[in-house]
């Protein structure tokens, strides 16, 4: 599996972006995604994650109510509707994905329970 995480940008506070998060290789994800930022000199913090097949998601309560998590399993990509954003949303945003083990959702935010990483695409808002 890999990930290719892309769509960041420069943004005024205020305003959106949608970075996405495409899978693919001989087997794309069919599996839990999840998306993790993190601020250079700061640890990787978790952000949303959405189960194998879309009937659970969560959310850090620092993006609660202005992010939207995605997935298009058509198109195997998954994606990330952020709105109002905030100078302190400005991190390097990385996509993630795992196998979605029966009984495992409530370690959906721990990094640990993730197998494959994207590079990660830079978002800066500006305040």
Same mark, same amino acid.
Request: charged share 15%; aromatic share 10%.
């Given at each position: 599996? @890999?990930? @290719? ?6 943004? @005024? ?31 990787? $913090?978790?952000?949303a994650a959405v189960r194998s097949n879309g009937a659970n998601i969560r959310y850090a309560d620092s993006v609660k109510g202005r992010f939207t998590v995605s997935r298009d399993y058509a198109e195997n990509t998954m994606y990330?509707?952020? *709105?109002?954003?905030?100078? $302190?949303? #400005?991190?390097?945003? &990385? ?10 959702? *409530? /370690?959906? /935010? ?5 197998? &494959? ?6 978002? #800066?808002?500006?305040?």
């Amino acid at each position: 599996v @890999q990930l @290719q995480a892309s769509g960041g940008g420069l943004v @005024q506070a205020g305003g959106s972006l949608r970075p996405s998060c495409s899978s693919s290789g001989r087997t794309p994800s069919t599996g839990r995604m999840a998306w993790f930022r993190q601020v250079p000199g700061k640890e990787r $913090e978790f952000v949303a994650a959405v189960r194998s097949n879309g009937a659970n998601i969560r959310y850090a309560d620092s993006v609660k109510g202005r992010f939207t998590v995605s997935r298009d399993y058509a198109e195997n990509t998954m994606y990330l509707q952020m *709105n109002r954003l905030k100078p $302190e949303d #400005t991190a390097i945003y &990385y996509c993630a994905t795992g196998v979605d083990l029966l009984g495992t959702w *409530n /370690h959906s /935010h721990l990094q640990g329970v993730y197998d &494959y990483w994207g590079q990660g695409t830079l978002v #800066t808002v500006s305040s």
